[in-house]
C-alpha cells in the first residue's frame, strides 16, 4: 500500500516530474552543445554578471566593457540561460525530493539513502556546468557532465517507476536477466560517452561516409591524442592542434561502440520477448534501438542537421530510461 502522509504524496509526484525535467535538460544540454552556445555567457551562475541575458543597448555596453574579450551573442546567451533556469528548477526538486524523503521514510518504495546520493549528484552536476563555462568546454568536464545528466535521469527514472508504476505485480524473477540489463547499461552509458566524446571534440564529421570511413574501414588513426582525458578543447597532449587522424580515431571508436551497443541490446531485447510481463518493453527497446542507430547514419549521411543530432540524444535518453524501468521490474532468483 502507498503512504497517505502529505510527505509521500509530494515524494512521489516530484520524482515523476524531476524524470520528466531530467529528460528535458539532458535534451536541452545537448541543443546548446549544438549550436556552440556553451559559452554563451562567460560566467557562471548568472550571465555577464546578471541572472539574465543583456539585451538594452546599455545593458549590453556594459557587459561589453566587463567583458571586453568576449562578442554577445543574445541568441546564445539565451539558449545558455534557459538550460541554467532548468537545470536550476531540476536541482531544487531534488533537493524538495531528498527532504521528503527522509520525512517519509517508512513509506517511500525506495531507501532515503537514494535520495541523498541523488542530491550530491546534481551538486556535482552543478560544479561541472561552472567547470565547463569556466575550463572553457574542456572535452573531458562537458562529457562527465553529459554522463552525469544520463545518471540523474537514471536514478530519478528508477524512483518514478518505484512509485508509479505497477512493477509489484509484473514481476520477474531472474538474476541472470538482471545482471544481462545492468551490463546493458553500463555498454549504454560507455556508448553515451563515446557520443558525447566525439560531440565535444567536434570530431561527428571526421569522415562522412558510412560504413566505410575515408573509403577504407580502417583509416589512419592517432588514438594517443584522440582519447588523451586532460587535454584542452582542440589540442593535442603537447598543445598542438589535434589532427585528423585523432579525430577520426574518436569518430571509429564511436562507430564502433555502436554497433557493440546495437549487437548487446539487440539480443538483450530478443531475450526479454520471452517474458511476457516485458514483452511491451522489449518491442520498445527494439524501436528505440532501430531508431537510434538510423539517426546515427542519418546525421552522418546527411552532415549533422540539428534536429537530428538532437533527436540523437533525446533517443539516447529514452534507451536509459527503458533500461532502468526494464531493471526495477526485475529481481534476483530467490533460493
Keep these: 500500500m502507498y503512504g497517505n502522509s502529505k510527505s509521500f504524496k509530494w515524494f512521489r509526484a516530484l520524482v515523476l516530474i524531476g524524470a520528466i525535467l531530467a529528460l528535458g535538460v539532458v535534451v536541452l544540454g545537448a541543443y546548446v552543445r549544438l549550436t556552440d552556445a556553451g559559452l554563451g555567457c562567460p560566467d557562471w551562475p548568472g550571465c555577464y554578471g546578471t541572472l539574465t541575458v543583456p539585451q538594452s543597448e546599455a545593458a549590453i555596453a556594459s557587459a561589453q566593457s566587463a567583458y571586453p574579450s568576449n562578442m554577445i551573442v543574445v541568441g546564445k546567451a539565451w539558449r545558455e540561460m534557459i538550460h541554467r533556469y532548468f537545470a536550476g528548477t531540476l536541482g531544487l526538486i531534488v533537493l524538495a525530493i531528498f527532504v521528503l524523503g527522509w ?15 541523488l542530491l550530491v549528484l546534481i551538486a556535482f552536476q552543478a560544479m561541472l556546468g561552472m567547470w565547463t563555462v569556466t575550463m572553457l568546454l574542456k572535452p573531458a568536464i562537458v562529457s562527465s557532465h553529459l554522463l552525469g545528466g544520463m545518471s540523474t ?3 530519478l527514472t ?3 517507476h518505484r512509485h508509479w508504476g505497477h512493477y509489484s505485480a509484473t514481476i520477474v524473477t531472474s538474476t541472470r536477466l538482471r545482471v544481462a540489463i545492468r551490463i546493458g547499461l553500463l555498454v549504454l552509458f560507455m556508448q553515451i560517452f563515446l557520443g558525447g566524446w566525439t560531440s565535444t571534440n567536434y570530431a561527428a564529421l571526421a569522415c562522412t ?9 580502417m583509416p589512419e588513426m592517432d588514438f594517443k591524442d584522440a582519447f588523451h582525458m586532460v587535454r584542452d578543447l582542440g589540442q593535442s597532449a603537447n598543445g598542438g592542434a589535434l589532427t585528423l587522424a585523432s579525430i577520426t ?19 538483450l531485447a530478443l531475450n526479454i520477448l520471452k517474458y511476457w510481463q516485458l514483452k511491451r518493453l522489449g518491442v520498445i527497446l527494439l524501436i528505440a ?6 539517426l546515427g547514419i542519418a546525421n552522418l549521411l546527411l552532415h549533422l542537421p540539428l534536429v537530428l543530432a538532437v533527436a540523437h540524444n ?17 529481481t534476483g532468483s530467490k533460493k
Design 158 to 160: 528508477w524512483l518514478a
Design 289 to 294: 534501438l532501430c531508431a537510434q542507430v538510423s
Design 153 to 155: 535521469l537514471a536514478i
Design 103 to 117: 520525512k517519509a521514510k517508512r513509506e517511500i518504495k525506495c531507501s532515503p539513502w537514494t535520495p541523498s546520493f
Design 314 to 330: 533525446f533517443t539516447a535518453g529514452l534507451l536509459v530510461i527503458i533500461l532502468v524501468t526494464m531493471n526495477s521490474k526485475i
Design 249 to 267: 580515431a574518436i569518430q571509429w571508436t564511436h562507430r564502433l561502440g555502436a554497433l557493440i551497443t546495437f549487437i548487446y541490446l539487440g539480443l
Design 209 to 217: 561516409d558510412f560504413p566505410t570511413c575515408h573509403g577504407v574501414f
